[in-house]
């Protein structure tokens, strides 16, 4: 199958998270947040923000997780499946034969252990673009940087809510937008 070239699908999930990063015994992480920004290459355009809540099915919100996400328990209790979400990605978003692309290597490893764990098809082809290191490598940085300061070097203004899937893959699309532009230049 021939990869389509029309758009990357630009993603950034959330996840169970505790202080201090160990799962509590018998918990796991779970992806309860894909957010989705499709950015068209041919133009540079950001064509939707969208949210996919995820039901965690191995760990609950706690207050450290909806402290960063803004996210709680019952926001994410009321979500969809883990094998739903991915099936929604397949055939909505064609994201098995699209470029996807993540702010760091951690959405793809996720999403990689998830769908092991769980025994539910992976939803992406095998290309993945890591948008936190092109972005360094392409400014010639010594170190990866996050996302806000990734933004603030572009001249781009953070949009929404950091630590939101469906806001953070918005400013990641526009980074990887502004990154794009000047190759073309």
């Known amino acids: 199958m021939a990869k389509r070239l029309d758009q990357v699908l630009v993603i950034d999930i959330e996840s169970t998270c505790w202080d201090g990063g160990t799962p509590p015994k018998g918990q796991a992480n779970d992806i309860i947040e894909i957010g989705l920004c499709p950015l068209?290459?041919?133009?540079?355009?950001?064509?939707?923000?969208?949210?996919?809540?995820?039901?965690?099915?191995?760990?609950?919100?706690?207050?450290?997780?909806?402290?960063?996400?803004?996210?709680?328990?019952?926001?994410?209790?009321?979500?969809?499946?883990?094998?739903?979400?991915?099936?929604?990605?397949?055939?909505?978003?064609?994201?098995?034969?699209?470029?996807?692309?993540?702010?760091?290597?951690?959405?793809?490893?996720?999403?990689?252990?998830?769908?092991?764990?769980?025994?539910v098809r992976y939803p992406f082809g095998p290309s993945h673009l890591n948008v936190k290191s092109l972005f360094a490598i392409g400014r010639l940085l010594p170190n990866e940087v996050g996302l806000p300061q990734a933004m603030a070097l572009s001249g781009l203004k953070l949009e929404g809510t950091h630590h939101r899937g469906h806001d953070d893959a918005w400013n990641i699309a526009a980074v990887l937008s502004e990154m794009l532009k000047k190759l073309k230049a």
Do not use: N
């Open 40 to 119: 068209e290459l041919s133009t540079g355009r950001r064509l939707e923000k969208r949210s996919i809540l995820v039901r965690p099915e191995r760990s609950i919100v706690g207050p450290f997780c909806s402290d960063l996400t803004t996210l709680t328990q019952e926001q994410v209790a009321a979500g969809i499946a883990f094998k739903d979400a991915c099936k929604i990605l397949e055939d909505e978003y064609l994201s098995a034969e699209r470029l996807w692309a993540s702010f760091g290597d951690y959405d793809r490893r996720q999403f990689e252990k998830q769908c092991r764990d769980q025994g």
